[in-house]
C-alpha cells in the first residue's frame, strides 16, 4: 500500500519536494529552449553540418545525382575569416556509361539564412568538382588563392 504524504517524516519529505523541484525547474528548462528561438548561426552551425549543406550543391552538379554516394567522416570543413566556410570532399557517383567515378570538390559558402538545412539560407561563393568550376564570386578570387584552392593564373 502506498503512503500518503502526510505519513512521511520530515525528512523524506525534505527529499521529495527537492526532488520534485528540480524535477520541475528541468522541465521548465527544457520547454524554454525549444520555445525561445533564440539561437544564433554560431550555436547551430557545425562542421558536420554544412558538410551535408555542400553535398546539396554538389550533387545537384553531377550527372548521375541519384546515385552520389559521400563518405560519412572523410571530409574537411573550417571556417575563415570572413564567416565563409569551406569543404572539401570526394564523392562516388556514376558517369555518362554508368561506371563509379570519384569526384574530388570543394565548396565555399556563407550562411545567410537562420536555418542551416534550408538550401536558401546558403550563398555559395566557390564550387569546383574535379577542377571543373561552376561558381566563382570575385570578391572571393584573393582568399581562394591564399587558401590554396585556386591558382592565380594573373602572374603567369
Known amino acids: 500500500m502506498h503512503k500518503k504524504y502526510e505519513d512521511y517524516s520530515t ?3 525534505v527529499f521529495i ?24 548561426q554560431e550555436d547551430v552551425v557545425t562542421s558536420s553540418k554544412v558538410y551535408i549543406a555542400a553535398q546539396d550543391f554538389v550533387t545537384e552538379r553531377l550527372l548521375s545525382p541519384s546515385t ?3 563518405p560519412s567522416s572523410d571530409y574537411k570543413a573550417w571556417q575563415v575569416e570572413d564567416g565563409t566556410w569551406i569543404v572539401t570532399s570526394y564523392v562516388d557517383s556514376q558517369n555518362a556509361f554508368g561506371a563509379m567515378l570519384q569526384s574530388k570538390w ?4 556563407n550562411l545567410v539564412g537562420n536555418d542551416w538545412a534550408n538550401k536558401n539560407h ?33 602572374q603567369e
Not at 124 to 150: A, T
Open 17 to 40: 519536494n527537492i526532488a520534485t523541484g528540480i524535477l520541475f525547474f528541468g522541465i521548465f528548462i527544457f520547454f524554454w529552449n525549444i520555445f525561445s528561438g533564440e539561437s544564433t
Open 106 to 109: 570543394v565548396v565555399a559558402m
Open 68 to 70: 552520389a554516394e559521400y
Open 122 to 154: 546558403w550563398n555559395v561563393r566557390y564550387l569546383n568538382i574535379n577542377k571543373e568550376e561552376y561558381v566563382v564570386d570575385d570578391s572571393f578570387f584573393d582568399e581562394l588563392v591564399k587558401l590554396g584552392l585556386r591558382k592565380d593564373n594573373s
Open 11 to 13: 525528512k523524506e519529505k
